[in-house]
C-alpha cells in the first residue's frame, strides 16, 4: 500500500482528519514528520532543520487560511549536543515569531536517525477546503516555485557557499498571513509541499473541475542558476516540490481585494475550468494546453 | 549530554514549556515519540502501540489536570500494512475515546524503524503545577505500580498466552478524569511515566521539601506474579515506570473531597516533610526511613 492509499484509509476512517489539517471547534491541529535520509540533505545545519521542520508544520496550518497560534516539536537524534539542540530551538523558535505563534517546547529522544516530529496548532473560525473551486476562478500561487529543489543541488555541490545559500533557501517563510488574507476569498487551497502539479490535481480533483494553467510559471530566478536545461527547469519549478507556497482558487471579482492585502509576490497561473472531456486524470490539468502530469514528492 | 540536562536546557529557553505540557492561552499542548526498539517490545499489536502511543500524551494532560479534546500521531514505518494501519487507528481512536478526546488523524512517514510520534491537545484554565507541594500534605499515587514492568517480563516469555497478557497490560488507561477531580485540590502533580521514585524526586525537588513515602506501595498484584524477590518487586513498582499513573500531593483537609471525586484506586503513600537535612538528592524521598534513590527509566 503506498502512502496516498493508506491517507486515504486513514481519511475514510476520521471524520475530523481534514485536508492539511484536522479542524476541531476551530482549533487546527497538523502533526508531521521530518528525518535525515530524506528530508536533510548533508550540510542542512540544526538551525534550518529546526526552522524548516517546524515551518512544515506551519505551512498546513496556512493552507487551512488559519491563525497560527503555536509549535511543538520532537527532536530525536543518537545524541544530544548542546550547541546542536539549541540552534534546533533558535530555529525552531524564529519560524514561529515569523507568523507571529510561539513555539512552546517538544520532547526529546534517542533514536538512530535525527528524526524530528513537529505539530502546529492555529485558529479559523472558517478553513478553507481543497474541494470549492469553481470553473471560472482564477488558479494562483504564492511567492516562487523551484527553491527547494535548487537548494538540494547546492546541497549536493557541497562547496561551502553554496551550502550556506542552500540553507537560506531551505528556510522558507511559511504563508501564515497570505492564508489569512485569503481566508473567506478563496474557494479552494493547500500549500504546495508535494510539488505545484501535484496540488493542482488535488484541488481540481477534490473540486470536480479541471485547471487550465499558462506559463510563465513563476519559477524561482535561482532554479535557472542550476537546471541543466528547460524540461530540468519544469522539474525543479512543477514537480519537486518541498516549496511550501499556497496553491489556490479566488474568484476573479476577488482578486484585486486578494492582492491588496497579500504582501507577498501572487501569481495567476490559469483559471478552473469544466472538467468535461477531462475526467481522465491525464487531462485534469493542462500546461500551456498539453497535460501536466499528476506526479511530484511522495513523502 | 544526557536528557535531562538536555530537557533542562530547553525549558529555560523556552517559557511556555510547561512541566509535562506546554500551555497556551489555556491550551495545553503536548508531544512524545515511542519507537520499537525501546518501546514496542516484540509481540505489541499495532492496536496497543496506537493506544499507548496516542495514550501517554493523554497522560501528559492528565497531569496538568487539564481536560484532553483531541490527540492527532505520526505513523511511520518501513512499509504500510492495511490492517496494521487500521489496527493502529483504531487504538489510537479508542483511547481518546475512553478519556473523553478524539482522535482526529496524522501523518504517515516511512521510516526504517517503526516510529510513532503523538500530540495531544487538552483545555485547563487552571493547570497543576510540579512545585506547589507544601508540609503536611499527603503524597498519594492513582491506580496500581508496575504493570509495564511486569508487561515486558510476560512480552519476554513469549508464550501467546503471556503476549495478550502484556498487550493488554500495556492499554493503560490516561488518568484524565482523576487529573480533571484532582485540578485546584491537589498542590503538585505529574504522571509516572519515568516511574514512581524519578516522579516523587522531580515533585519533592520542583517543592522544595521532602517526602517521606511508608511501604505498602499499590504495587499491582502482576508484578507478584513475574518478580523474582523482594528487591525485584520494588524495581518493577517504583523504579521501572511507564505506568502513567497520577503521582500528586494533596492537602489532608482536601483528601475526603478528592476521594469522593475519584473512580480510580488512590492511595496515600506518604507525607511532604521539611527538605532540612534532606537537600541533597539521596535524602529528598525517603522508603520507610531509607532513601529512595533517584533513578528510574530514562526515555
Given at each position: 500500500m ?11 476512517r476520521?471524520?475530523a482528519?481534514?485536508?492539511?489539517a ?10 508531521d514528520?521530518l528525518?535525515d ?8 545545519t540544526r ?14 496550518v ?9 509549535a ?8 544530544f549536543?548542546?550547541?546542536e539542540?539549541?540552534d534546533f530551538v533558535?530555529g525552531?523558535?524564529?519560524v ?8 512552546v517546547g517538544g520532547?526529546?529522544d534517542?533514536?538512530d536517525?535525527f528524526?524530528v ?7 479559523t ?11 471560472g476562478?482564477a488558479v494562483?500561487?504564492t511567492?516562487t516555485?523551484g ?5 538540494l543541488?547546492?546541497f549536493?555541490r557541497g ?7 542552500a ?9 501564515v ?8 476569498r478563496?474557494t479552494a ?6 510539488g505545484?502539479?501535484r ?6 480533483e477534490?473540486?470536480?473541475?479541471g ?11 535561482v532554479v ?9 527547469r519544469?522539474?525543479?519549478g ?5 516549496d511550501?507556497?499556497?496553491?489556490c482558487?479566488?474568484p ?11 504582501s507577498?509576490e501572487?501569481t495567476?497561473?490559469?483559471?478552473a475550468?469544466?472538467?468535461?472531456g477531462?475526467?481522465?486524470s491525464?487531462?485534469?490539468?493542462t ?5 501536466l502530469?499528476d506526479?511530484?514528492y511522495t513523502?
Open positions: 503506498d502512502e496516498r492509499t493508506a491517507l486515504g484509509l486513514l481519511g475514510d476520521l471524520s482528519a481534514g485536508d492539511d484536522a479542524v476541531v471547534d476551530g482549533q487546527v491541529v497538523t502533526t514528520m528525518h535520509r530524506t528530508d536533510f540533505p548533508d550540510g542542512t538551525y534550518t532543520a529546526g526552522w524548516r521542520a517546524v515551518g512544515a508544520s506551519l505551512s498546513d496556512a493552507a487551512m487560511g488559519a491563525d497560527a497560534t503555536a511543538v516539536a520532537v527532536y530525536a537524534a543518537p545524541a549536543d548542546e550547541s539542540l539549541a533558535d525552531a523558535s524564529e514561529c515569531a515569523a507568523v507571529g505563534a510561539e513555539y520532547d526529546l534517542h533514536h536517525e528524526t516530529a513537529t505539530t502546529a496548532l492555529g485558529d473560525d472558517d478553513p478553507v477546503p481543497r474541494s470549492g473551486a469553481q470553473v476562478d494562483c500561487v511567492g516555485l527553491r527547494s529543489g535548487a537548494a543541488r547546492l549536493e562547496d561551502p557557499a553554496d551550502v550556506e545559500r540553507n537560506a533557501l531551505f528556510r522558507f517563510e511559511p504563508r498571513a497570505a492564508g489569512r488574507a485569503l481566508a473567506g478563496a487551497m493547500m500549500d504546495s509541499s508535494d505545484l502539479a496540488s493542482l490535481h488535488q484541488l481540481a477534490a473540486s470536480g473541475c485547471f487550465a494553467v499558462e506559463s510563465p510559471l513563476p519559477v524561482d530566478p535557472d542558476e542550476v537546471a541543466d536545461d528547460a524540461d530540468d519544469l522539474e525543479l512543477a514537480f519537486f516540490g518541498e511550501f507556497e499556497l496553491v482558487t479566488v476573479e471579482e476577488a482578486l484585486s481585494a486578494v492582492r491588496a492585502d497579500l507577498v501572487f495567476r497561473i490559469g483559471t475550468v469544466e472538467r468535461e477531462r475526467s481522465a491525464e487531462n485534469r490539468v500546461l500551456d494546453g498539453e497535460s502530469p506526479r511530484g513523502h
